[in-house]
């Protein structure tokens, strides 16, 4: 992957960071099942770092019984989700480049 020289963040922008990436995993995530057919669909995000910037994605899902999906076929929506989360990251730190 490569390298982005950024500027050191606000805490204002490593929260819409946050932000941003959240959104862009539960949107995945939402995709593939409705809210209804979550029990529990959890997206937490944390940014940390000044020089070196560290961005960790966590999602927790649970469907419905009603849901006729595999819990391998659940593991990679959750990997997808969680790739599109840094997708969504780097782009916005690409325009603050």
Do not use: N
Not at 43 to 67: C, D, F, H, N, Y
Not at 72 to 79: A, D, G, H, Q, T
């Amino acid at each position: 992957m490569e390298t982005l020289r950024l500027p050191e963040l606000s805490d204002e922008q490593l929260e819409h960071l946050c932000l941003i990436a959240e959104a862009a995993a539960r949107k995945y995530m939402l995709s593939k099942a409705s809210e209804k057919d979550y029990v529990h669909l959890d997206v937490s995000v944390e940014a940390e770092g000044a020089k070196q910037l560290a961005l960790s994605v966590e999602i927790e899902a649970v469907l419905t019984p009603r849901v006729s999906l595999s819990e391998e076929s659940l593991r990679i929506i959750v990997k997808d989700a969680v790739k599109e989360a840094f997708k969504a990251s780097e782009e916005y730190l690409r325009k603050l480049t």
